[in-house]
C-alpha cells in the first residue's frame, strides 16, 4: 500500500483556506538572533515552495486590528496539501510562536444563479434590446456573451488573485427564520434568482476597483459562503459593503460573521510590521 494518501480534489475548483494567527512575542524573544534569522528564512523558503506548487496560490499580509498579527489566504485543488502547508506554516518560525486565532476553510464554486445563454437570448436579447432571435446581431451578441460566462466561470472556480494591498475577508449565511419572509430557502428558485441578479448588479459597478471571490462553505465551516474582496483602496471595500447592504438580499436575507482586514505585503516588510 502507498504512503501517499489518495488525492482530495475537488471535481471541479479549488479548497481555500483562510489562517490567522497572533504572535506570541515572549515564546519569540527566547529565541537567540540566530534562531531568529533561521526561522524567518524557514518562512520565507516555505512561502516560495507552497507558491511553486502546482495550481496553488498563497496569499500574506498583515492584519490591521488586534484579532490578529498574520493572516494567509491559500488556494489549492488537494485538501491533503492544503492541510499539510496549514500545519507547516503554523510552525514555520518555531513551536509556539504562531497561535491560530481564526481559520475559515471553503471551496471555489460556480454560482447557481448564472444567466444561462438560452435566457440571455430571451430575455435580454429578445425580450429588452427587441432583437430577432437568429439574425446576426442576434448570434454575434449571444457569442459575446457566451465568451464573458466563460471568464467569469473560469474565475469563479480557478481565480488569479492579484496582489491589491488590501484584503478582505468575512463569512456569510443565508437567514432560515421561521417567518417564511426571511426563509431564503423557502424561496423557489426563480425568486432566488432574481433577487441575485440585483446583488450581481451593484457589484459589477465596482469593476476594477473589488475583486470579489465568493467560496462556497456549506457542510466545511460555520457559515454558507467566505467572501474574499482585493482592493487598491479601503474605501471601496467599505462602499461595496455598505451599498451591497441595502439590496432585497441582503437586507432580508444575509447574514454575517466577523470581518478580518488584512494588508498584503512582501514578507521582509510583514516581518518589520509584526516586530519580528
Not at 524573544?29 to 515552495?49: D, F, G, H, I, P
Request: proline share 5%.
Amino acid at each position: 500500500m502507498s504512503d501517499n494518501p489518495t488525492p482530495l480534489v475537488p471535481v471541479e475548483g479549488w479548497h481555500v483556506m483562510h489562517l490567522y494567527y497572533s504572535v506570541d512575542h515572549s515564546q519569540w524573544s527566547l529565541l537567540s538572533e540566530a534562531e531568529q534569522r533561521q526561522a524567518k528564512t524557514e518562512l520565507s523558503e516555505l512561502v516560495q515552495e507552497i507558491r511553486s506548487h502546482k495550481d496553488t496560490q498563497l496569499l500574506i499580509f498583515a492584519v490591521a486590528t488586534p484579532k490578529a498579527d498574520i493572516g494567509f489566504m491559500l488556494l489549492t485543488p488537494d485538501l491533503h496539501d492544503a492541510t499539510h502547508f496549514e500545519k507547516r506554516l503554523t510552525l514555520a518560525l518555531g513551536p509556539d510562536v504562531l497561535t491560530p486565532t481564526y481559520s475559515y476553510l471553503s471551496q471555489t464554486e460556480r454560482s447557481e444563479y448564472t444567466t444561462t445563454s438560452e435566457q440571455y437570448g430571451k430575455d435580454t436579447l429578445v425580450g429588452e434590446k427587441g432583437m430577432t432571435e437568429g439574425s446576426e446581431e442576434y448570434v454575434t451578441a449571444l457569442k459575446e456573451f457566451d465568451e464573458r460566462m466563460t471568464h467569469y466561470l473560469q474565475h469563479r472556480l480557478y481565480p488569479v488573485l492579484p496582489d491589491w494591498p488590501a484584503i478582505c475577508f468575512y463569512p456569510m449565511s443565508k437567514r432560515r427564520s421561521p417567518n417564511d419572509h426571511y426563509n431564503w430557502y423557502s424561496l423557489d428558485h426563480a425568486a432566488r434568482a432574481q433577487l441575485m441578479k440585483g446583488h450581481a448588479t451593484t457589484g459589477r459597478k465596482y469593476s476594477g476597483k473589488i475583486l470579489q471571490l465568493i467560496t462556497g462553505s456549506t457542510g466545511l465551516d460555520e457559515h454558507e459562503w467566505g467572501v474574499t474582496l482585493l482592493a487598491k483602496d479601503t474605501i471601496e471595500i467599505k462602499n461595496i459593503v455598505y451599498e451591497m447592504r441595502f439590496d432585497e438580499v441582503s437586507a432580508r436575507f444575509a447574514e454575517f460573521g466577523d470581518f478580518y482586514i488584512g494588508m498584503q505585503l512582501p514578507l521582509n516588510e510583514l516581518f518589520k510590521r509584526i516586530c519580528l
